[in-house]
Structure formats: C-alpha cells, structure tokens
C-alpha cells in the first residue's frame, strides 16, 4: 500500500526522492509485459480499437452509404472486404461496427462490474442481507445469459442502450459472486480490522480498503465479460433482436449477409472474423490479467 | 441509381415459364404414381387451423387441403362452386340458392347436410374477423337438406366474390362445431386430406382422406375446385425459419418442396441437379404505406413529395424479392386491372418535383419517421432505401426498425408514431375492389374520405362490370394519387420442387392434391 | 440430505416468484399488440378487440398478474397465445428436443473438454500445449451461429454428410436422432469445449505446481503417473462444479442453434413467444426454466457431495 499513502500525500511527494523499491504497479506492468498471451492479446485489442477510433479517416465512405449498382462485389482493391447487398462498402461496416459492437462490449461489461461490486460489497459488508442478496443472484445465475439477456432487451426495445442494459444485467450475478468473495476474504484481514477499531466508517472501509482489493478479480472478469458481450451481441443480432439496423454492428452486419452466405460469403465471413479476433483479443488479455494479477483466481466467471 | 433490373427480371421470367412447362406438361402424360409422403419444407407453421380465423398463410397452406367451401378460386381465382352443386342469384341480387352437392362426407365419415352449412355462417357472423361480410344478411333458410338460401336486405354485386375470399376462408364445418369458441374447433372437414400428426413449431402432417368425395363433373383439378385427386399417401409440413436450411435441404434432398425463398436464395439452387427452382406470380404486391392522420404525412403534398422520390427499380433490387413492375393495384390481366390513366403515379423518380411539393406544403425539415421491422428482411431493406431516397430530397428522415408485431400493432392503430412503412398485400390484389376495402381505410388511417367512400358505395351497387370497374378506377386514383399508398411492385413467390414431384401446379398457394411421387 | 435439498426449494420458490412477476411486467411492457396478430391484417379494429376481450388481453394489468398468479397456485400455467394450447403442454414438447441437444453437447464437451485439458497440462508449454490451447481460445471466441451456417453449407450441402435441419424424436429411430442431433451438438459444444479445456488445464497445472508435489517430482519418489491421477481428479471436481454452469451455457446457446436448424426446442419457442408477445408462454417458460435450472443445480450439490466425500450437508 505504499505507493497508494504516497500519492495520498502530494507535498512528500515532491520533496522525497522516489522510493528504492519499484512501485507495485510498475513492477505488474512488467510482468504484464513479459506476459505472452498479454502482449499478444493487448495488441490486437490495441489494433482494433485505433482502427474503430481512426475510422473516418481510413475510409472516405459512410458505413450506410447504399450504392445498388455495386452490390454483392466481391472482395477487391476497391472494397477489400467486398459489398453487401445495399452494395455498402463492408470494410467500411465492419470498421465503423467495431465502435458499436466494442462500445456495447465495454459499456455491459462496466456496467455488470459496476453493479456487480455494489450487490457484491451490499451482500459482504451488510451480512444480514447477504442470505437474500445471494439467493437472487443464484436464481438469476441459473437463467442462461442469453436468455435473460433476450428478455430484457426485448422489453427495452431495439436501442443500443438496451442491447448494453440487458447484458450487463445478465452479467451482474457473476460479478457479484466475485467481487462478494473477494470482499469476504480481505473483510477479515487485519489491516481492515484495524482499519474498524481506529473507528474508520463503513463507506471508508469499503473504498478505501476493501474495494481497490477487489479490483483484481473484477478487472480480469470484466475482461470476460467483454468477450462474452461481444459474442451475445451477435447472436442477439442474429435473433433480430439486437442494435436496430441500419446502425453497423459485427452482429448485425452478419445477420444481414446470411441470406447470402454462399453466394456473398464475404458479408458474413469478415464481421465474424472479427467478433472472433475481438473476443480472442480479449480473452488472451483476460488470460494474462488473471496469471499476473490473481494467479489463484479461478476460470469460473 | 439507374438500374437494369427488367431485363433481370424478364429474363428470370422467362426461364421459370421454359422450365415450368417442360418436365410437367410431360408428367401429366405419365401415368400417376400412388403413395409416399411428400416432404415440404415450409418456412413456419401454423398456430391454429380455424378457418373462420385464419389470415396466414401458412394456416391457410393447410386448411385448404382440409376443408371446402361451398364457392371457392379456380385456377384463374374466380368464383366456382365446390361444395356447392350451382348457385342462382335473384333478380334483385338480394337472395343466393346454393343447391349443395349429395352425398359429401366429412373425415369423420358423417354427411354434409344444409345444417352443417347453416352452422357455419352462424358461427362465422360471431367469431371472424371477416364477418363485415355477412353483416347485411337478412336471414337464411335451410328448405331441405340440399339448399341454402343466404337473403340480403341490400344489392352486393359482389357477394358471391366475397364468399370466395380464402382469408378466413367459408370453409364448411360439422354443426357440431356451432359453438366452439374461435380457434377452438375439432379439424374435421371435407377437403381430400385430413389432419394427421400436428407437432406444433416442429411438423404437421395431412394424410389422404380416404373418405373424400370428389366433384366428378369436373376433368380435373381447377385451383381450389375440380376434380381432386390424392395420389400421395400423406405431405408432410417441416417449419424450417432459416431459409439457407431450406435451401440446404432442398439441395441434400431432405424436402421435395419448398417455399419463401429471397431472389438470391432461389438462385442457389440454380443448376442444382434435380431441383427445379420458380416463382410464382401472382403472389402479392408490395406497398409503401403513408400515415395520412400523423404529421407530417397528414398533408397530402407531403406524401406525394415521399411518392415522387420513390425509386421503384432500387427498391424492387432492395427487397431482394423477385418481384415485377406495375403501377395498378390489381394484376395485369385480370377484370379491375387499370390501364395507363392510374400510371402516372408510379416509379415516377421526380427529386425536383418532390421539392417543388414540400416547399408548396410549407415542410420545414419536420422529422419523418419510417418504420419497419427485422423479422422481414425484404420490408426492412426496402424501407433503408426507401429512407435514402427521401434524404436526398431533403427530408428529415428517421428510421425506426422494431420487430413485426410492433410494426403490424402500429400499423393498425396508428400509434407508435410513424409515418412510412411498408407491407405486402396477397389475397386483396387477387381478389378485387371489396376485399380492397378494409386495407385501404385502415393501415393510412383514411377518414372522411368522400371520393372513397362514394366510390364504393356505387360498386356494391353496381350489377353490371363496367360501371364497378368505372368505381374502382376512381378508388385506385384516389389512393395512388393522394399517395395513401404507393405501390411497389407485384412480387412472385420463389420456390423449389423436386423434379421427382411430378403433377405440380402453380397457384396462389402450394397444392397437394394430383400431384405424385415419381419414385 | 433431504433436509438441504427442502431448504433449498424452499429457498427457491420466493425467488421463482419474483422472477415470475418481473418477467410479466417486462412482458407487458413491451409494444405491440398480440390480439392483432392473431387476428390478421385484414382484420378490422371491432374484430381485434374481441378477440383481445377473448383473450382477457381488455383487462388492466394488475387484474391480468393477479389471474395469472392464481392460476398458477392452482398449476395452471394458462394457455398460449399463437399455439392454441397449454402452455404447460407446449413446453413438455419442446423439453426433450433442448434436453436431447443439450445432452449430446454435453456428453461431447465433457470427454472432449476435460482432454484436451489433461493433453495441454502434460505438455505443457511444449507446442502441443499452444496448440491446444489456441484451439480452446478459438472455441470461446467465435460466434456458434456463424460456425452453425458455415457448418451446414459445409457439411450437408457440400460434403451431404448431415441433415441440414429438423429433429427426430428419440422414440422414432435411434439414429435417426443422433444423426440429427450431432452436428447442431457439435457447434453447440465447442465454447464449452474450450471453456472446459482452459479450465481443466489451469485445475491441473495448479495442483502440480504445488510445492509437495514439486519436491515429490524433484525426488522422483512419486511416479509422474500418480501425480497425474491425482491432479486429473482433482480437476474432476472442478469439472462437477461447474457442470450445472455448462449446462446452462449449452441450453443458453441451444436458442441460436435451434433457430438454425429448426429444432422445435424450449429456445425457439421462448423467441418466437417475445416476437409474438405470446405472453403466457414467456413467463411459463422463464418459470419452468428457473424451476429446472434450481432442480439442476441441487443435483449437481448432491453429486458433489458424494464425488468429494469431505463436503457434507447437515
């Protein structure tokens, strides 16, 4: 906890030299780096979000922009990625699909970890709720994702909003369990303890000490959950209930092309590899996370 | 945005009328073949099989080969009778004998009497949503078991037009199911299948109905009348959603039939070795729909301005249907199809003229919502276009995709908050000015029309053809020019059939009654 | 024993409970007007109300929760909608078709999962470790629906091995319905195939990075093949726990697959029941669900129990 009173205390900052010893979170950065599947993971994540960020200026074209004459052309030096069957350019899509499919990814999976930790920090910290909190979090736990997920997002309407509201709600139970586990562990230790006696409140504790703890489990299950949303968000898609078209996103675009699929393989085949490379991304991250910050942190999201 | 899709579509046109007549006009020479059980791969299913409430198409796919009605369509869907012997119709059009043929029997083995018939107009008046039709009868009279008398208090010119409808069709049921609540009845009719093995969402199966009566005046099959014959032992419907499945299983041999393929679709199957793909005209025609109680599509300007910009040939290509250009709301060839004094408003492709109209309608950049759905792709796609086309005339436009029964819910109430939005009509083309009616009051929430509403009145009060066809011209201007609709195009309906399905016949609705299995 | 698993369903059935209530609400939320639908396009505005008056589709919400809710006290999940029938009688019909294509998916991942574990654990960090490893990445990564369509064009256009779609029942011909289950399982498997895989060789490198069984190697008293026994069982137990987690996934997953390959099953009948706004379906459906998922899920303590002996219920 030494770096953390250090950046606590601005005015020792500036006047003591830096520590010896590396900070933590240096020496983790390290480690993450030396991390292969990190590395590799942490890059296509990289490539793939500057693409989406640097995408009006890759391609001149709207990711709508219809063109009738030009449909169904296969993959060329004009359009890499080939035409759909409005002729829309689907590299273009797929580029500008990065943003909503990776923003729907992002969003949920903060969401869930948002709402993971409060339900999970309630259900530590109050231990008299913990029975009921917890029992509801199993009883939604026993519906599949995807099945909640469908639900909501259908009485939500066809939004990108709801698309994110109804996966992150689907993920908050397992972000619960986690975060609830971690805060139990670190609740009984004996800094926290001490922490109670010198009078610290509740709320003190629970930012202070118990929550950055929790960090580790949470961040390297967001990391899952962003991989997950990625792929429930196709298949939502692909049930015609995810972001309404024409907005682009990797589900859509596929679900749009299927009808095609032998003659126009293109429309399905590069919005699928790229769900797959994101969510391999993503997971190969995740994978490198929990090895460097939680080794113990078992694979059960 | 030009395109070269007539010849396209000629061309596709004309190789689905080389291939239809080839293989079947040398099948019917054959002789037919006995038993087997015809695989048809169906994109769902139905729900429910009351003909009194049936309105899809896949419910009516197999009420047709369950039950009969007393008139039904003949291959060129015009009135005949089928249960029926003949009909006579009084001086005054008021008063309608059918004289009903001997010695009919349900599936169930019992005989079809006049009570049997009386029992289902009764019930009929109560539970269908197309009951309108019998609202002016007067009463009925059953003399004997062999007559039905159906007495108006006013003229209808078209009423025995109207009994033909095969959206809730008058298909005739035992009296015994006088008073089973809609959706409810016991599937017991005297068409030349009867329903077999029903697994809901999964497969349907009608079985050769053994104790089937045919017409013997008539040489053969005739659309939903004639002479009809079984030659299969049982057709079984498999609902198959994903249309690559049905592809799939067109291509592995799995279905012999199979039906909702898009334009591209059919063309994978193309030179596929024993698999002959068609489409089916007529089908149904596709419209763009204009709210004209909701701002800003109330003022008529505005969507004629949305007309104008209307690209017929993209969003023919959009829709990814096969589908064919007319301007008339009925079909080529047929009694109120209209000449050119109704084109005028169609594939008009006018940007200039559609600014010229909103600047006169005083449109100032008001949002214009279009809505479709996702469950339709070929709505959907139509609508993106449709969208793009209005943007470039300048309007604000916004695009609301929900799922279909949000759509087809907005669609006949008027809420939701839309302007634009498109379906497809099938049986109302078909059949004519009355079946009309509903639909054009309804999806564009017409009120106070008098131009409709005097038209109308005049058709059903016209004996003679020419003057109701004088009346529809009227109605069918007023709609198109006051852009309530627009009228997209005639689609086909794209299908595939085993070579080795022999005796197929085009129609409306696929048909299983003399055809055979050539193996 | 039994007095865990009482107090489990005890536990179980408020909880059923508000997820019944929320799914009606949510239900009733939704746009779109289930009485048009049945009644047809052509229908008119009288005969849609009458057929929502049939319905009890007129009465206020409240008075709709509060009929439902009684007729379930009294076992009565109501009557769909679209189908025109029980809603308890069309969910046991589509139960065998999920439950088949659930249990073949999960027969193939089990074996499968918990192999390519041991193989990549053994090896590790040899390239058959890699190797195995980007295959299990790769099988939680890729979109089963798009390995579903590109499967079928491969497997039963191309090559014609496989039915492109549709269901044998069990009862009809044996073959007949694993050859229409296998290739729907087989997409269906793969996520939890790799799932499983990444999780059973993490639950084997654990136990054989402990530091006794590190010395033990280093002295090579134990052989490497009892190390290995004791790591794959212990990596069992792991795969126990989160069976009922895979199970669930794979029925989660079976909703796509069966919209593809047109299996009649639980999933295909609880979107279309959403699309259709089938109402009572989709609460009967998401409380049979809940209920089985509990049932599951107790099952799978009980063989906890008894796998690991050192667990014990009181």
């Known amino acids: 906890m030494t770096d953390q009173t250090a950046i606590q205390s601005p005015s020792t900052m500036t006047t003591t030299a830096p520590p010896p010893m590396p900070s933590r979170s240096r020496v983790l950065i390290r480690k993450l780096w030396r991390h292969r599947s990190f590395r590799l993971g942490a890059g296509i994540v990289l490539v793939i979000v500057v693409l989406a960020l640097l995408a009006p200026f890759i391609t001149d074209g709207s990711p709508n922009k219809m063109s009738l004459r030009d449909r169904f052309t296969p993959p060329s030096a004009e359009h890499p990625f080939g035409t759909d069957n409005f002729g829309r350019d689907i590299f273009t899509r797929v580029l500008y699909g990065a943003r909503i499919s990776l923003w729907i990814g992002f969003a949920s999976a903060m969401l869930a970890a948002a709402g993971g930790a409060i339900v999970g920090m309630a259900s530590a910290w109050f231990r008299r709720l913990d029975g009921i909190i917890m029992r509801i979090m199993d009883a939604l736990l026993a519906f599949p994702a995807i099945l909640l997920a469908i639900g909501i997002n259908a009485a939500l309407g066809p939004q990108v909003t709801s698309v994110i509201i109804a996966l992150a709600s689907a993920y908050v139970p397992r972000m619960a369990r986690i975060v609830r586990a971690a805060a139990l562990v670190i609740r009984e230790l004996d800094y926290v303890d001490a922490a ?25 299950s967001v990391t899952f959950v962003f991989a997950y949303a990625i792929l429930a968000e196709a298949a939502l898609s692909f049930l015609g209930i995810g972001p309404p078209p024409p907005h682009p996103s990797w589900g859509n675009i596929i679900a749009e092309g299927r009808d095609y699929s032998v003659e ?23 994978d490198g996370l929990r090895d460097v910050l939680d080794p113990r942190l078992k694979m059960e999201q | 945005m030009k395109h070269l899709t007539p010849r396209n579509l000629m061309l596709a046109a004309v190789s689905a ?17 006995m038993g087997g059980t015809v695989i048809y791969a169906n994109n769902s299913g139905p729900g429910q099989l009351d003909p009194q409430m049936a309105a899809s198409l896949v419910e009516l796919e197999v009420i047709q080969h369950v039950f009969e009605a007393l008139v039904a369509m003949d291959a060129g869907y015009a009135a005949k009778p089928m249960l029926a012997e ?44 197309g009951k309108a039709t019998l609202a002016d009868v007067k009463e009925y009279r059953t003399p004997d078991d062999y007559t039905f008398i159906i007495e108006l208090n006013n003229l209808n010119a078209v009423f025995i037009d109207q009994l033909k409808t095969p959206v809730y069709p008058f298909s005739i049921l035992p009296a015994s199911q006088r008073d089973k609540p809609a959706r409810e009845i016991d599937v017991i009719g005297t068409g030349p299948f009867k329903l077999g093995e029903w697994v809901k969402d999964s497969h349907l199966i009608i079985e050769k109905n053994e104790a089937y009566v045919p017409r013997e005046d008539a040489e053969g099959p005739d659309g939903y009348v004639g002479k009809k014959t079984v030659n299969v032992d049982a057709v079984r419907y498999n609902f198959v959603p994903e249309g690559n499945s049905r592809v799939a299983a067109m291509q592995t041999g799995e279905a012999d039939i199979t039906t909702a393929l898009s334009k591209d679709l059919l063309a994978r199957l193309e030179g596929v070795e024993g698999v002959t793909p068609i489409t089916v005209f007529p089908y149904c025609q596709n419209y763009v729909i204009l709210h004209s109680s909701n701002a800003p599509t109330d003022k008529r300007e505005i969507r004629q301005a949305i007309r104008k910009v209307a690209g017929i040939e993209d969003l023919i290509i959009a829709s990814g249907e096969s589908a064919r250009k007319d301007h008339s709301m009925s079909y080529p060839g047929t009694d109120y199809h209209t000449g050119e004094e109704n084109a005028k408003w169609y594939d008009e492709n006018d940007i200039d003229g559609a600014m010229a109209l909103l600047k006169e309608a005083g449109y100032n950049g008001e949002e214009i919502v279009v809505q479709s759905n996702t469950n339709y792709s070929w709505m959907r796609d139509t609508m993106l276009v449709l969208a793009e086309q209005m943007k470039a005339a300048g309007m604000t436009v916004k695009v609301d995709i929900t799922d279909w029964t949000t759509n087809a819910s907005n669609l006949q109430s008027g809420g939701g908050g839309w302007n634009v939005s498109t379906t497809g009509f099938c049986s109302n083309a078909l059949l004519g000015p009355q079946q009309w009616q509903t639909m054009i009051y309804n999806f564009p929430h017409i009120e106070g029309n008098t131009v409709l509403d005097d ?54 609705m696929n048909i299983f009654w003399d055809v055979w299995l050539d193996r | 024993m039994t007095k865990l698993i009482a107090f489990r369903i005890a536990q179980a059935i408020p909880v059923m409970f508000v997820v019944a209530v929320l799914t009606f609400l949510l239900m009733h939320l939704l746009p779109g007007d289930p009485a048009t639908i049945i009644a047809g396009d052509a229908a008119d505005q009288e005969s849609i109300a009458q057929i929502r008056r049939d319905l009890g589709l007129d009465q206020p919400v409240p008075v709709q929760l509060w009929l439902w809710i009684t007729n379930l006290a009294q076992g009565d999940f109501g009557r769909s909608l679209m189908l025109n029938q029980p809603v308890a009688e069309a969910v046991m019909q589509r139960l065998p078709v999920t439950l088949s294509l659930a249990f073949v998916a999960f027969v193939i991942t089990i074996p499968v999962g918990i192999a390519l574990g041991v193989i990549a654990a053994v090896w590790r960090d040899t390239w058959v470790d890699s190797a195995v490893m980007i295959l299990a990445l790769v099988g939680v990564s890729v979109p089963n629906f798009w390995i579903a369509i590109l499967s079928v064009i491969l497997f039963s256009v191309t090559l014609g091995w496989l039915p492109s779609a549709g269901y044998v029942p069990l009862h ?55 190390i290995l026994k004791h790591a794959f069982r212990n990596s069992l137990m792991q795969v126990v726990t989160v069976s009922g987690y895979i199970l669930s996934l794979l029925i989660g997953g079976s909703v796509v697959i069966e919209q593809i390959f047109a299996m009649p099953g639980i999933g295909r009948l609880l979107v279309q029941a959403i699309m259709a706004r089938d109402y009572p379906v989709v609460q009967g459906t998401m409380l049979l669900l809940g209920f089985a998922f509990v049932f599951i899920n107790i099952v799978i303590d009980i063989v906890y129990a008894w796998v690991d002996p050192r667990v014990r219920y009181d």
């Open chain 1, 196 to 220: 109670r006696v010198s009078g610290a409140g509740a709320t003190r504790i629970i930012f202070r000490h118990i929550l950055p703890n929790c960090m580790a489990p949470l961040l390297v």
């Open chain 1, 264 to 286: 126009a393989w293109w429309i399905m085949l590069f919005p699928g590899l790229a769900i797959s490379l994101a969510a391999l991304g993503t997971n190969l991250l995740g």
């Open chain 2, 17 to 33: 009328g080389a291939l239809m007549t080839a293989p079947f006009a040398s099948a019917l020479a054959q002789e037919a073949k």
């Open chain 2, 86 to 129: 003949s009909w006579e119709v009084s001086e005054d059009g008021k008063t309608f004998t059918f004289k009903l043929r001997q010695g009919v029997k349900f599936s169930d083995g019992q005989e079809m009497t006049s009570a049997d018939v009386l029992a289902t107009f009764e019930r009929y008046a109560e539970v269908s949503p």
């Open chain 2, 455 to 508: 038209a109308y009145t005049k058709f059903y009060a016209s004996m003679d053809l020419a003057d109701r066809q004088a009346a529809w011209q009227t109605i069918e201007a007023e709609v198109l020019e006051g852009a309530y609709m627009i009228k997209v195009s005639d689609r086909g309906s794209n299908r595939a059939i085993a070579d080795d399905l022999k005796g197929f016949r085009e129609f409306n």
């Open chain 3, 172 to 226: 009809d011909s044996f073959s007949g319905w694993l050859a229409s289950l296998l290739q729907p399982a087989v997409v269906l498997a793969l996520f939890q195939i790799g799932y499983l895989a990444r999780m059973t060789r993490s639950a084997m490198l654990e136990v054989l990075d402990q530091d006794y069984i590190r010395t033990a190697r280093a002295k090579g008293v134990t052989p490497m093949r009892t």
